[in-house]
């Protein structure tokens, strides 16, 4: 870590009008910054989704139509461009795993907002009023905790069909349980703060409260916990996948793939090698970051 | 020390009576219930314009609650708090609303009382936003920086963050953020206990001086009795939610006539050591009894070295014994006479 001079920076803004405040938020990213795991992640995280993104002009070929020209199942073979060869119907296993790329991390971000939207919103609603309220809100909570996730997903998926949106729907009505009983915790510490003590004493309204007081400073835990969930979707995507309820072909997501690469593991191996290596990358990418994020926003308890 | 010399107009802007702030406290067992927690229970005060009532007492008295029940910011059980000719007490927020301006509190905790996302100015400028929300952008800084030039932070400072402040600073900040909107009384919640000894005199001096510039009425908590002796007017001594004394801060050090003041002032170290060690100390015996069930009668006669069975069947009404002083206890006169400090 290299301690960068602060003196001359600092004499110069005296001069200004007004010196401009580290805000907790700024420390954060600095600490984050300095964490190489972390940064490495986000990197290679970047490289991920740029190559997710850039998937049709990377490859010759489709992600949907067989190379009739070549074997099916066939090992990677550089000259025709099939760099991770090509699937049991002869399609390029590169531009699938790109476009099962898109689909798994848009389901990782889509069903985190999701829950992140109800979480928050139940949390700290039920958090904040206290009392009763809570007592009912959280035994809901509770109930819905104890019935068997996979289960209702696989109702959910039996009653509508399959469905991409089901699927974000699915699991973020599911991962909202968690988030909402951190921020319940959150808001319960928070809110006995003197802070809050002296903005009831102004006169500042509850929806004010919640949103300038309490919200920016549950924020911390969140983040940490969504990054650490959208893996978990994914996951808990593949796995869905992997029984044969997640996407529809010809679209795929990596669960599809390995699925398919886990029955071949023996003559193919490499339809099951390159798609759960970008998993398991992808996997600890989020880990790290979420790690990282941790000891940034909260170095004391490092 | 010429704050006591100053004589206040004589016309009460706060009027405290019979005030009751009770908590619930759930009994264990099967059949459980709740029995009230007595946090403060009974009382009354007269506060004048521009004048500074000292509240001590020991650690759980209810110093604290009393403040917050005057501000409407716990729930009273009993009694009205007359703000200026209108009955405050039990007003729902909205009501309450336009007395927020008149009516504002400074903490114990100097940093956990401002908001650790948020910048000073905004900080300081929120009771603004809240009650005058026509203000230009401008004009609210220029009153923030204003503020902050007169409570002693140097109005560069606007963009910081409370964690980059000592805890003085951070208490000027808390002033600041009181006085903006010139408000007519203050509650003082020990606002230097959590601050060292230099500093403390700094924010003392500031808030004294501030008082005097705005004719402002404080009502100041404090378990530190050179500081209330040094900031009030008057004193009220605080035991178990019961007011026993209230008199003229002259008359309280030098004739306490409660056998608990009298023990609280004696326990007051003099800076000189041939006195320190010449003088008597009362010290009692026992713990404050729980405010879960006080004792009947008077609350303090299970500490009291002048206990009679009187006490225990009767609590005694706080009464005047001379225009500037009131003591709530059968003995008093007693008390006053075998007084040895």
């Known amino acids: ?290 790690d990282g994020l941790r000891d940034a926003l909260d170095p004391k308890d490092r | 020390m010429n704050s006591g010399a100053q004589s206040p107009v004589k016309e009460p802007i706060l009027s405290v009576r019979n005030i009751k702030v ?70 729902s927020f909205r009501e309450m609303k336009k007395y927020r301006k008149q009516l504002q509190i400074i903490f114990q905790d100097p940093l956990a009382s401002l908001n650790p996302r948020m910048t000073i100015g905004d900080i300081i400028a929120e009771p603004l936003t809240v009650h005058y929300p026509e203000l230009s952008a401008e004009e609210r800084t220029q009153q923030v920086k204003d503020m902050m030039d007169r409570v002693g932070l140097l109005p560069l400072m606007i963009n910081r963050y409370p964690h980059e402040f000592s805890g003085g600073q951070c208490q000027r900040i808390g002033v600041a953020r009181a006085m903006i909107l010139k408000p007519k009384l203050i509650v003082c919640d020990e606002p230097v206990s959590a601050l060292d000894v230099s500093i403390q005199a700094q924010i003392i001096n500031l808030i004294k001086g501030l008082q005097e510039d705005f004719g402002l009425s404080l009502i100041f908590i404090s378990h530190d009795l050179s500081i209330v002796r040094h900031i009030s007017h008057r004193i009220m001594v605080l035991y178990l939610g019961n007011a026993v004394e209230v008199a003229d801060r002259k008359r309280l050090y030098n004739n306490p006539c409660h056998p608990y003041t009298q023990a609280l002032i004696s326990a007051v170290p003099i800076p000189d050591p041939d006195l320190e060690k010449a003088k008597q100390r009362i010290v009692l015996q026992g713990d404050l009894p729980s405010p879960l069930n006080p004792p009947s009668g008077c609350v303090f006669r299970t500490r009291c070295p002048l206990a009679r069975d009187l006490c225990a069947r009767e609590k005694p009404r706080l009464q005047q014994i001379d225009p500037d002083h009131q003591v709530a206890c059968h003995f008093w006169q007693e008390a006053q006479d075998q007084r040895i400090i």
């Open chain 1, 1 to 290: 870590m290299k301690i960068k001079p602060i003196i001359p920076d600092r004499l110069e803004s005296i001069s200004e009008d007004a010196v401009k405040g580290r805000s907790l938020w700024h420390d954060a990213r600095r600490r984050l910054f300095q964490n190489k795991a972390a940064v490495i992640s986000m990197v290679i995280l970047g490289i991920i989704v740029v190559l997710a993104i850039l998937a049709p002009y990377l490859s010759p070929w489709p992600y949907d139509d067989p190379d009739w020209g070549y074997d099916f199942p066939g090992p990677p073979n550089a000259e025709l461009k099939h760099w991770f060869g090509t699937d049991g119907n002869g399609r390029d296993l590169f531009v699938r795993t790109l476009y099962g790329a898109r689909i798994s991390l848009m389901v990782g971000i889509l069903a985190t907002s999701v829950s992140l939207l109800i979480g928050v919103t139940y949390g700290a609603t039920a958090g904040f009023i206290g009392g009763r309220v809570d007592n009912i809100m959280m035994r809901i909570v509770d109930i819905l905790y104890s019935l068997p996730f996979m289960f209702f997903v696989i109702l959910l998926m039996v009653f509508f069909g399959r469905n991409i949106f089901l699927i974000f729907i699915a699991l973020g009505a599911v991962e909202w349980l968690t988030m909402a009983r951190i921020v319940r915790g959150q808001t319960l510490s928070v809110k006995k703060k003197e802070f809050i003590e002296a903005a009831h004493a102004t006169g500042v309204s509850t929806r004010k409260i919640i949103t300038r007081h309490i919200i920016p400073n549950v924020l911390g835990p969140v983040i940490v916990y969504m990054t650490l969930t959208i893996p978990m979707v994914i996951l808990t995507e593949s796995f869905l996948s992997f029984l044969g309820l997640g996407v529809q072909e010809p679209l795929t997501s990596w669960g599809v793939l390995i699925s398919e690469g886990a029955k071949q593991m023996e003559s193919a191996p490499w339809l099951l090698i390159f798609p759960a290596i970008f998993l398991a990358i992808t996997l600890f990418c989020f880990n790290f970051i979420g």
């Open chain 2, 22 to 91: 009770y908590f619930p406290i759930q009994t264990a067992g099967l059949f459980s219930g709740t029995i009230p927690l007595k946090a403060v229970d009974g009382v009354d005060f007269d506060l004048l314009a521009g004048e500074t009532l000292g509240v001590v007492g020991e650690s759980g008295c209810g110093k604290s609650t009393l403040g917050r029940g005057i501000l409407q910011l716990l729930e009273l059980s009993d009694g009205n708090v007359v703000w200026m000719g209108n009955n405050i007490g039990g007003l």
